[in-house]
């Protein structure tokens, strides 16, 4: 069974950073795809990024492009978002989400449906 893990969460100021990190214990399949999704108080949780198997592709939220980049190491089922330019409505609870991969995909997924495992969350709190 995998299981996320995440941390880096916090408090912040209106345009400054943070980094989230991701690491998921235990493994049934050799590469991973990876997301970042978030759920703000009184909203439903959304898509933020996301990394493919193969650590190729990345892909980010409109609300989130720019500002936002996710990286990590699909083998370690690793990932992290860095956050910059932060502004009070990107306030939520941060969620990482861990898809198992066929062998050569390249695929990444934004859908939570897509993804079988998920962190604990981890909360980002940015003040005006």
């Known amino acids: 069974q995998v299981q996320p893990v995440e941390s880096g969460g916090g408090w912040v100021q209106a345009g400054g950073s943070l980094r989230l990190s991701c690491a998921a214990s235990g493994r049934t399949f050799s590469r991973y795809a990876m997301g970042w999704f978030r759920q703000a108080p009184g909203k439903d949780r959304e898509f933020v990024s996301a990394l493919s198997c193969s650590g190729g592709l990345t892909f980010h939220a409109d609300s989130v492009a720019g500002r936002f980049t996710i990286s990590g190491d699909n083998a370690k089922t690793t990932v992290y978002l860095q956050m910059n330019s932060l502004k009070p409505e990107d306030t939520a609870v941060y969620y990482c989400?861990?898809?198992?991969?066929?062998?050569?995909?390249?695929?990444?997924?934004?859908?939570?449906?897509?993804?079988?495992?998920w962190g604990q969350g981890t909360q980002v709190t940015v003040s005006s």
């Open positions: 989400a861990v898809a198992g991969c066929r062998e050569g995909s390249t695929a990444y997924y934004i859908r939570e449906t897509e993804y079988e495992h």
